[in-house]
């Protein structure tokens, strides 16, 4: 389905304003803003790709804080009730930042919510010039292009998915870690979820394809990948092998040079034992795991069509404890669901108590337009939700807080990152994840030399001094402790970015196994006679 629509005078700049300038003037830039989940990121590091293999660079950090770009790309999630607010709030912003500009800006929306609500985004916010779905990623610059030399809003939607978004070029937010599609789209009917109609049923990338993405990631440097998928622990239906994840988990493992791998999120209903073998086995697979419970009653999960019981959920946490001591478990869990009573609820928080999990994602269940939970009867009163959201955070909170300070004496390798701690500055410390995943705010030695200390992408062994409900505290490198750097690959290539290095830059689509070709021009992607 592909649709055009005309666009008021309010929000358009004449095609002559707008037209490109001659190739040596400055080139456009762009900004890619992500409301969502982990694989909205990753889609947003494509939609980066593509516009800089287009001729488009980045935005300045200045233009960032400003939401001050050529063309500025809303990259938007559906799960959630507040996700149109999050949207239209954001829209209503830049509608002042455009009728400000004097040379114009392109506003673009792409994600689920495109998906789902299409042609009225437009209706509703006049002045944005762009609308693509889930399905064509890659139209992202053909639209832009032709909405500046037609005028018009272009509305695009596709129906199911044209090209895999691993095909695409990408660029990576981080030299040092980096996401891996292994599938799009999901099989699984839960009825409060509508993933599976906003990003279609399974399709799963060949092993050989992943692992070459792997490679070279490693090659440009990544010492930790992530594999996404929105059940990837179903890996390999596809093409016929249900041992395929645990399988993919090892090989990935064996690739040399990388150092950590993880991956999200699997289905507990899919999720079998030679998966665990894989993640014990395989040193470089970290001892971390999201494994949804969403509720801890029975009745509820048939009610949600989640295909396990809350004690097969536990069974699983034991299985990975028995053979990883130390994973660190974390969860979403989704209170008020229709119907929820208070032994339901009631079961939840035996569940939770009884899973012990790291850190969880807790959710206020909201009706979304288009799932069949939206029709349930017994919809919960607001109030009774909130009271029950207040107590399942509550206890969460203490379980994190208890199982955090039992990390304290423990020895960590952390691999610093960039811009995980907002409070570093203030701290004089640096950030950066656990194998387990734990945040990790570690402090350093005093003396330390500028040119010797840890740059994002390194690894520190440290001493864990204090554990927080959301973070583990390691002062250990000025109280006489254990503090060591690994300055790594990942360091160089992080360093080299920040030197400006193209070498060490994936944009372009080759360098990461993405695909595509040299930047130049780009087509208005007008119709021809094979329309379909």
């Known amino acids: 389905m592909s649709t055009t629509l005309p666009a008021p005078a309010l929000a358009r700049t004449p095609a002559s304003a707008t037209t490109p300038a001659p190739a040596e003037a400055q080139a456009r830039t762009y900004l890619v803003k992500t409301l969502g989940c982990q694989m909205n990121v990753h889609d947003s590091e494509h939609m980066a ?99 500046r ?75 930790e990948v992530t594999l996404l998928g929105q059940n990837v622990n179903s890996y390999g239906v596809g093409f016929g092998d249900r041992g395929a994840f645990a399988k993919l988990l090892r090989a990935v493992g064996a690739v040399e040079g990388l150092e950590r791998v993880r991956f999200t999120s699997p289905h507990p209903a899919a999720f079998t034992d030679d998966v665990i073998a894989a993640m014990a086995q395989t040193p470089t697979v970290m001892p971390s795991l999201h494994m949804p419970l969403q509720s801890g009653s029975d009745r509820v999960l048939r ?34 669901f229709p119907g929820e009573t208070d032994e339901d609820f009631e079961e939840t928080l035996r569940v939770v108590e009884a899973s012990r999990f790291s850190s969880a994602f807790t959710f206020q269940y909201s009706p979304r337009p288009g799932t069949p939970a939206a029709d349930l009867p017994d919809q919960l009163p607001k109030a ?76 520190v062994t440290v001493q864990v001094t204090h554990g927080a409900p959301h973070h583990l505290v390691a002062d250990s490198a000025v109280t006489g402790g254990p503090f060591a750097v690994r300055r790594t690959r990942a360091g160089d290539a992080w360093a080299a970015r920040q030197a400006g290095d193209d070498e060490h830059d994936e944009h372009a689509g080759g360098a990461c196994g993405t695909g595509g070709a040299p930047a130049g021009p780009v087509s208005l992607g007008m119709p021809t006679l094979a329309v379909r």
């Open 49 to 147: 790709g593509m516009l800089e293999q287009a001729g488009y660079v980045a935005a300045t950090p200045e233009q960032v804080a400003a939401e001050d770009a050529d063309v500025v790309v809303i990259n938007t999630c559906a799960v959630r009730e507040n996700a149109a607010d999050k949207l239209y709030g954001n829209l209503g912003r830049l509608a002042g930042t455009k009728r400000s500009r004097p040379g114009g800006m392109q506003i673009a929306v792409g994600g689920c919510l495109a998906q789902k609500d299409r042609a009225g985004i437009v209706e509703r916010a006049p002045w944005v010039d762009v609308v693509f779905g889930t399905h064509n990623l890659d139209v992202l610059p053909a639209l832009l292009e032709r909405a």
């Open 384 to 459: 009774v939700v909130q009271e029950r959201y207040e107590r399942l955070v509550a206890l969460q909170e203490r379980i994190c807080a208890q199982e955090n300070a039992a990390q304290e004496g423990r020895v960590v390798e952390v691999l610093v990152a960039e811009g995980e701690g907002r409070k570093d500055g203030e701290t004089r410390r640096i950030s950066g994840r656990a194998a387990d995943n734990r945040l990790v705010h570690l402090a350093l030695p005093a003396d330390l030399a500028a040119a010797d200390a840890p740059r994002p992408g390194d690894l």
């Open 303 to 336: 009610a949600m069509r989640r295909s396990y019981r809350s004690e097969k959920f536990l069974g699983i946490l034991d299985r990975v404890r028995a053979q990883i001591p130390h994973a660190a478990i974390t969860t979403d869990v989704i209170v008020g």
């Open 149 to 223: 030399h037609n005028e018009r809003a272009q509305v695009e939607i596709e129906e199911s998915l044209k090209v895999f978004p691993s095909t695409l070029p990408t660029r990576r937010e981080s030299v040092y870690a980096g996401w891996v599609s292994i599938s799009v789209g999901c099989n699984n009917t839960c009825t409060f979820c509508i993933v599976p109609h906003l990003r279609g049923k399974e399709r799963d990338r060949r092993p050989g394809e992943i692992l070459a993405e792997v490679e070279a990631l490693v090659a440009t440097g990544a010492i």
